[in-house]
């Protein structure tokens, strides 16, 4: 079946480095868009990044230049390096399956997430 799972998420300072991993098996890895949200109590699931199957990288405005994804298919593995950390990217970051057609920045579009990974960020 299906797996994703997250990991290297933790505490760190504002201004610091973070670099999350997710782990996919059960499906034909290096066929699939991948993307990472995050969430916050109360909030609905945001968009982050996603890196489609050709390696092309989306991102959204708030991490623009800042988060980096990427992908090694011979590992099945998508990683999303985190760079000059904020508070406001404190959050329950997940990683997720991307298979239908309403756009890369909506969570419907995604089939199958992990358990996710906190991040939290103090100044």
Known sequence: QVQLEESGGGLVQAGGSLRLSCAASGFTFRSYAMGWFRQTPGKEREFVATVRSDANEYYAGSVKGRFTISRDNA??????????????????????????SFGYTRAESYDYWGQGTQVTVFS
Do not use: W
């Open 75 to 100: 590992k099945n593995t998508v990683y999303l390096q985190m760079n000059s950390l904020k508070p406001e990217d404190t959050a329950l970051y997940y990683c997720g399956r991307y298979t239908h």
